[in-house]
């Protein structure tokens, strides 16, 4: 019953910045992780950035320093700004929460990030 919705994708030019939003309904438990995955074409799904309920964060390598991931006070809702984008960022970014009393996960359907001239 865990509804993943999503939003903020777009068409940016190189060097450019792009805040991502997921809005998250119904039962995540106490202890939980929500974070972002990214797919470009032709390429296996990969971690972004991912935060726990605790507020550890972890991103994946190729950040960089550029994204910074956080989460409501509620822990409703997941937020990604990224700043200083790349040609190589364009993907389907999808948000993910994962249960961690019975481990189970949860995703939205995705939004498009076009990074281009």
């Known amino acids: 019953q865990v509804q993943v919705v999503e939003s903020g994708g777009g068409l940016v030019q190189p060097g450019g910045s792009l805040r991502l939003s997921c809005e998250v309904s119904?039962?995540?438990?106490?202890?939980?992780?929500m974070g972002w995955y990214r797919q470009a074409p032709g390429k296996q799904r990969e971690l972004v950035a991912v935060?726990?309920?605790?507020?550890?964060?972890k991103y994946g390598d190729f950040v960089e320093g550029r994204f910074t991931i956080s989460r409501d006070i509620a822990y409703n809702s997941v937020y990604l700004q990224m700043n200083s984008l790349k040609p190589e960022d364009t993907a389907v970014y999808y948000c993910?929460?994962?249960?961690?009393?019975?481990?189970?996960?949860?995703w939205g359907q995705g939004t498009q990030v076009t990074v281009s001239s």
């Open positions: 993910n929460v994962r249960k961690l009393d019975f481990p189970v996960d949860y």
């Open positions: 119904g039962n995540i438990g106490s202890r939980n992780v």
């Open positions: 935060i726990f309920t605790g507020g550890v964060k």
